[in-house]
């Protein structure tokens, strides 16, 4: 039973962390079974081994694989810090300053309102799947949030759930309506985003046709990138014509709580 334990605990941390699970089984290594305070001595060594690995070992590491940490600014902040603290903020120089870009741009035009972004990529190895997206596994992907605005009709920094993800802008009754597509077709997955939210909040605040419009008009300026992924409904309502803005398809989950785009 403690044997399949700790496996489910490694699948998960490496799951989530990329770097969690070898470093649990080193911690389970160097403290002996007979140990007295086993479980406390354990998960000590392993919460010092994670923060030392994850802020001062991996950021100078991971530009051997081609990739380096997002360099935060005033205006590019992540959703929360666990995109960080999971090591979920990883990119290829050319995106790291292709995003700092965008964001600064933005904020000219906006005054004080920041890029967020949520999930990128791991820092290691290209291929190995960044759960649960399908594709940010090469460090040219970065999925940013939607832009909002208060009851003034203002753009603000306020988002409507903890994790920046799964709360929708839903089609209207006028509007195709690809989530219910998808879901006929048993694509299941594709609404699971809204078990991800941590929480829903702010509920003053709606979707901001104009921001994130301009958003993703100063994204597709852009000539290194390559796609840019929002929900059919919203690119029709923003008046987005431009064809790197794709259909990411069925098997993938809904893109109506954010904006992904990627590297040629």
């Known amino acids: ?23 649990y089984l080193i911690s389970i290594l160097l403290i002996k079974k007979s140990a007295e305070r086993k479980l406390i001595k354990r998960i000590g060594i392993f919460a010092v081994l994670y923060l030392v690995a994850t802020f001062l070992i991996v950021p100078n590491v991971a530009p051997i694989f081609g990739r380096e940490k997002i360099k935060e600014t005033e205006f590019l ?10 090591n979920r903020n990883y990119v290829r120089p050319e995106l790291n300053e292709t995003i700092g870009k965008i964001a600064s741009e933005f904020e000219k035009r906006n005054s004080g309102i920041k890029m967020i972004y949520l999930d990128a990529n791991f820092p290691f190895i290209d291929k190995f799947p960044l759960l649960p997206h399908l594709s940010h596994n090469d460090g040219k992907k ?41 879901k006929k077709q048993g694509n299941w997955q594709y609404d699971f985003p809204k078990y991800l939210t941590l929480g829903t909040i702010n509920k003053d605040i709606k979707f901001s046709k104009k921001g994130t419009r301009e958003l993703a008009q100063l994204i597709l300026k852009q000539n290194n990138i390559g796609k840019l992924f929002i929900e059919p409904h919203l ?10 803005i ?4 069925c098997q993938a989950v809904r893109h109506d709580d954010h904006i992904h785009f990627q590297l040629r």
């Open 1 to 23: 039973m403690k044997i399949l334990l700790h496996i489910i605990i490694f699948a998960l941390l490496t799951v989530l962390t990329q770097i969690g699970g070898i470093l």
């Open 246 to 249: 794709r259909f990411h398809g």
């Open 77 to 86: 902040k992540a959703r929360s810090v666990f995109y960080k603290l999971a």
């Open 142 to 182: 970065i999925d940013i949030s939607l832009i909002y605005e208060n009851t003034n009709g203002q753009l603000t920094n306020k988002k409507k759930s903890v994790s920046g993800y799964g709360a929708y802008e839903k089609p209207t009754k006028n509007e195709y309506d690809q989530i219910e597509v998808c």
């Open 235 to 244: 690119k029709n309502r923003l008046n987005l014509t431009n064809p790197r």
